[in-house]
């Protein structure tokens, strides 16, 4: 069974980078892209971007010029870097991976999240 | 960015009762969308892929349809165990995008 878990500072202040990694046990990142998923309190959610296993990335628009992220596959983890953070970047922070079959993507298993809040 | 409006944002209905969130593109995206089920506190939970196939183990009771910009979901016979937000999801273009949620509560 494949498992997720986020991991990382739960506060951060403005214009700091926020760091997280996701650590993936129970399967390897072989051949899967891996997101990270955001979710304000009491809002929806917003894809910030994918890594794929050979450390090819794509980004949220919105969010791209502050987003970094990388692979690790000797540790079998992935990272997330947001750098010059607001409050707005405050919000639950998911991983998850994503998996892609011929005609179909869909987001398949998910770490329990982590808060990240920003403030002085 | 695909822009997914999904209505309504919040329902509430009675255990047995039959219940329909409807989810709108902004533009064609075929059949690729997804719906997801997102518990108080915990990470959505993929229900629907393809906008009409139900992931093995989901109940029967759960099915969606639609195709191009307008799509459904729908519990046949509310449980209380449904009580969440659905969130429809779509994988067409990049940035992936989701609805807004659409929270159901018992009546």
């Known amino acids: 069974q494949v498992q997720l878990q986020e991991s990382g500072p739960g506060l951060v202040k403005p214009s700091e980078t926020l760091s997280l990694i996701c650590a993936v046990s129970?399967?390897?990142?072989?051949?899967?892209?891996w997101s990270w998923i955001r979710q304000p309190a009491g809002k929806g959610l917003e894809w910030i971007g994918r890594?794929?296993?050979?450390?090819?990335?794509n980004y949220n628009p919105s969010l791209r010029s502050r987003v970094t992220m990388s692979v690790d596959t000797s540790k079998n983890q992935f990272s997330l870097k947001l750098s010059s953070v607001t409050a707005a970047d405050t919000a639950l922070y998911f991983c998850?991976?994503?998996?892609?079959?011929?005609?179909?993507?869909?987001?398949?298993?998910w770490g329990q999240g982590t808060l990240v809040t920003v403030s002085s | 960015d695909i822009q997914m409006t999904q209505s309504p944002s919040s329902l509430s209905a009675s255990v047995g009762d039959r219940v329909t969130i409807t989810c709108r593109a902004s533009?064609?995206?075929?059949?690729?969308l997804n719906w997801y089920q997102q518990k108080p506190g915990k990470a959505p939970n993929l229900l629907i892929f393809?906008?009409?196939n139900l992931k093995t183990g989901v109940p029967s009771r759960f099915s969606g349809s639609g195709s191009g910009t307008d799509f459904t979901f729908t519990i046949s016979s509310l449980q209380p165990e449904d009580i969440a937000t659905y969130y429809c999801?779509?994988?067409?273009?990049?940035?992936?995008?989701f609805g807004q949620g659409t929270k159901l509560e018992i009546k």
């Open positions: 999801q779509q994988y067409d273009h990049l940035p992936y995008t």
């Open positions: 129970g399967g390897s990142l072989s051949y899967y892209y």
């Open positions: 890594v794929y296993t050979s450390g090819s990335t």
């Open positions: 393809d906008a009409s």
């Open positions: 533009q064609d995206i075929i059949n690729y």
């Open positions: 998850a991976r994503e998996k892609v079959t011929t005609g179909t993507t869909v987001f398949d298993y």
